[in-house]
């Protein structure tokens, strides 16, 4: 299968990347200069931009759309007003999960979706199958491009630009850079202040030029999928194909804040509630090296006496605390503070589990 490109792609080729598959799209893994770690501390200590255009990008429109969204997502829409976005979740009838995404509240009748790339065209199909009359859903995924900014000096670079920064955390309002109007929204998958922008595909070179540009004397870097992986590892986000899949809830996945347990329906309600009235599926905690080790997806973990416990989803070492993390799913008996044991290649290896943020998150902070 053919890869398909970022409308940055040119970009990224000139700024010496390395590439990697990631959803069907051949993106940006690091680049050259620094790699990872240098990617990483940039965005820790200042700030580093992200072409995420992989993403995906859906709009649900029409009378009554927001009220369809949310009979559907998890999430309750109930609780935003036009201009804010959410973290929610599309499930299947038995609680497993089929992405999740972030919703832009835009009014009563428009909702825009991002999803993840491997998963846009189901939850697309999906909400298509089921939109009462005078609703649409329509793909959008090649038409926009979406960039994130993302550390404690994004707001000052763009500022340099006359974009507002100043809304609150997981809204969003419309600006212009470079002659072309643009949503920018203050959220992001670092754990530090961000804002991500979402652009017409064509107009998207000249915003990442602009942004590079302002950032120039302010530390910024472009920072690939590698750095984005040890981030959001840092701040025990999920990433979809990981901590949540077809078998792995939202229950399971810790990110049950995401539900709106209190509406009338969604999909995969009755599996998700008796899950968590039940509270006999294993659940994603964090751990953390006590050695040398490095936890890796897939890797068992026992208790130090052999029983098995459970498997890590995520692992990484840490470029912030300069250790081994990771995320698993274990047995619920499994305490915080306990220590449990790894299969690092053949070798044992000591963890604490530990409940994530791994790092005090700033995403919040002015």
Partial sequence: MDLLHSPLHDRHEALGAKFAEFGGW????????????????????????????????????????ADYVNRCLTNDLRKLRPGQVQYTLCCDD????????????RSDFEVFLI??????AEVARRLAAQTPEGVDVTDLHRRYAVLALQGPRSGEILSRLDVPV???????????????????CRTGYTGERGYELVVTSDHAADVWDAIMAAGAGAGIRPCGLGARDTLRTEMGYPLHGHELSAEISPVMARVGWAVGWDKREFWGKAALE??????????????????????????????????PLGEVTSGTFSPTLRQGIGLALLDRTVADGETVVVDVRGRTQSFTVVKPPFVSPSTKED
């Fill in 94 to 105: 038995d609680g497993g999960t089929i992405d999740d995404l972030i919703a832009y509240l």
């Fill in 274 to 307: 008796a899950q968590r009235s039940e509270k006999a599926v294993p659940t994603l905690r964090g751990l953390r090296a006590e050695g040398r080790g490095i936890p890796r997806p897939g890797m068992t973990v026992t208790s130090t006496d052999g029983r």
């Fill in 166 to 184: 100043d809304h609150d955390y997981m809204s969003f309002t419309t600006a212009s850079v470079a002659g072309h109007e643009l949503i920018v």
């Fill in 115 to 120: 999803p993840n790339a491997a998963n846009t």
């Fill in 26 to 65: 051949e993106m940006p893994l690091e680049y050259a200069g620094g790699g990872v770690l240098a990617e990483h501390a940039a965005v820790r200590d200042g700030a580093g931009l992200f072409d995420v255009s992989h993403l995906g990008k859906v709009m649900v429109r029409g009378a009554g759309a």
